[in-house]
């Protein structure tokens, strides 16, 4: 087992490429706190992963506010004793307002989401990380982490943020034994892309069936790449960014 006796956190786990990352990790010999705004969906995923004989338990937690990170962490330390490895996951889209239309409510709210809470979540998690001189900072990002036309205005933002501060911190952290890595993930079949594909003058609507790989992605196959990077198998991959997207962002 790849990551036998780890101990990790994945936010955003009550569905779709969260839920799978949790999964996949517990498969592989992790306790894993599973995490999320929403109790029934986390609790759900946690009853998943129990009912498969392995180790998971759930801390409801809204990432935009602080305090519920801090619990997140103490919660996790208190049963586990420590922290491995971090998957900040959880994210919001944001919708595609025109800029007039967009309040600095809604601007504050995704960046809380996703770009304040991998700031707070590692910040805190790093403290349990730095007692033992190891540990493991997975991010996930977007296609939008690399160029425009993937979603809104402040989603685009925090995602180029989410890889900014992925590369800055693998500079900080690496040389203290903290490996901080990034996976942008195109088009994937979670309810979010769904959402997505609703609204057919989206972009990203437009291109995905002429993608090279023709489909969209499988939360299950950004797991499989969440195991790799958390595991002792990337042990000299620091502050990369793996875009997964069937070829989505060639175009």
């Known amino acids: 087992m790849k990551l036998l006796d780890k101990v990790a ?6 569905n779709g490429i969260g839920r799978e990352i949790a999964k996949a990790f517990a498969k592989e010999g992790a306790k894993v706190v599973v995490s999320d705004y929403i109790a ?7 009853k998943m992963i129990n009912e498969a004989g392995l180790e998971a338990i759930f801390v409801q937690a ?6 519920d990170i801090e619990n997140l962490i103490a919660a996790t330390v208190e049963k586990y004793g420590t922290v491995d490895i971090l998957v900040n996951n959880a994210g919001i889209s944001g919708g595609l307002a025109d800029l007039n239309d967009i309040s600095i409510e809604d601007w504050d ?13 590692s910040k805190i998690a790093f403290r ?7 540990g493991n900072i997975i991010n996930i990002g977007s ?16 995602k180029h943020g989410v890889l900014g501060f992925t ?3 693998s500079f900080m952290l690496g040389s203290r034994g903290i490996r901080v890595n990034a996976i942008l993930p195109g088009p994937i079949d979670t309810d979010m892309i769904k959402r997505v594909l609703a609204i057919p003058e989206h972009p990203v609507c437009m291109k995905i069936g002429a993608s090279p790989a023709g489909r969209a992605g499988q939360p299950e196959e950004i797991a499989k790449l969440a195991v790799f990077l958390a595991s002792e198998d990337s042990a000299f991959i620091h502050g990369a960014a793996y875009e997964v997207d ?6």
Do not use: C, H, W
Not at 9 to 14: F, H, N, W
Not at 62 to 67: M, N, P, Q, R, S
Not at 144 to 154: D, I
């Open 109 to 121: 709210q995704v960046m809380a989401v996703n770009l304040r809470a991998p700031f707070l979540a």
């Open 128 to 134: 349990e990380m730095s007692k033992k001189g190891q």
């Open 62 to 67: 809204d990432v935009a506010k602080e305090e």
């Open 9 to 14: 956190i994945i936010t955003g786990s009550g």
């Open 167 to 169: 590369r800055q911190l």
């Open 143 to 158: 296609m939008a982490s690399l160029a425009a036309g993937r979603g809104g205005l402040p989603y685009t933002v925090s």
């Open 40 to 46: 029934e969906a986390g609790i759900e995923t946690t």
């Open 246 to 251: 069937g070829g989505y962002t060639i175009f």
